[in-house]
């Protein structure tokens, strides 16, 4: 599984765009990226996934450079609610026998008034 | 939809004790996971149920450590006897066994604190 480097923390201020960037330069053909979101006291939440070029939903957007050796998540117009721990995650996504996600330690986003 | 449950949500025991945790998946949820998060890092998989059977136990202590998973459903974490070391929170996440869905539910975790 190929290994992820990120920011170890980010400080922003509210209704700014945030952008993370991971690098995953071992990343293999069947790999999906995936990005999840910790607060405090509780479990991971999947925040997105995407395989290359571009994946957006409710939440974020997932920008994937045609090489796919990096990632970059991004966060419209954060709030002070966007104050958690940002995981970037490198496996077999669909079609994933194992599913296996292996959590490096994240990006401590700081959200400030 | 209920989410992930588990049981207890804190426990404190002494080094040498043993403790168990309780997770109830998401119904439906074919594939079990349990992880260990320790202060300051990112969770790391223990061990991965599909349905009744092992498919990833690679990184569970198994001299300590034991996990069953005995109907595809619950699941019960072990340790016997615990370390310092130990001491962390305790995840139990679950997801669909499609291959075109594998997203991870997590549950609150249980902390465990080893004196």
């Known amino acids: 599984l190929a290994k992820t480097t990120q920011p170890i923390s980010m400080d922003s201020y509210e209704g700014q765009e945030v952008n993370i960037t991971c690098s995953h330069n071992?990343?293999?053909?069947?790999?999906?990226i995936t990005w999840y979101q910790q607060f405090p006291s509780q479990g991971p939440r999947f925040i997105i996934q995407g395989y290359k070029t571009k994946v957006t939903n409710e939440v974020a957007s997932l920008f994937i450079p045609a090489d796919r050796k990096s990632s970059t998540l991004s966060l419209p117009r954060v709030s002070l609610s966007d104050t958690a721990v940002y995981y970037c995650l490198v496996g077999e996504g669909y079609g994933g026998s194992q599913g296996n996600l292996i959590f490096g330690k994240g990006t401590k986003l700081s959200v400030k008034p | 939809e209920a989410g992930v449950a588990q049981s207890p949500r804190y426990k404190i025991i002494e080094k040498r004790q043993s403790v168990a945790f309780w997770c109830n998946p998401i119904s439906g949820h074919a594939t079990l996971y349990w992880y260990q998060q320790i202060l300051g890092q990112g969770p790391k998989l223990l061990i991965q149920?599909?349905?009744?059977?092992?498919?990833?136990d690679s990184q569970l202590p198994k001299d300590r450590f034991s996990a069953e998973r005995l109907k595809g459903v619950d699941s019960t974490l072990k340790i016997q006897p615990a370390k310092l070391e130990d001491s962390a929170v305790y995840l139990c996440a679950s997801s669909l066994a499609s291959p075109r869905d594998n997203e991870q539910f997590f549950g609150p975790g249980t902390r465990l604190t080893v004196l």
């Open positions: 071992n990343i293999a053909t069947n790999d999906y």
């Open positions: 149920f599909q349905n009744n059977g092992v498919v990833d």
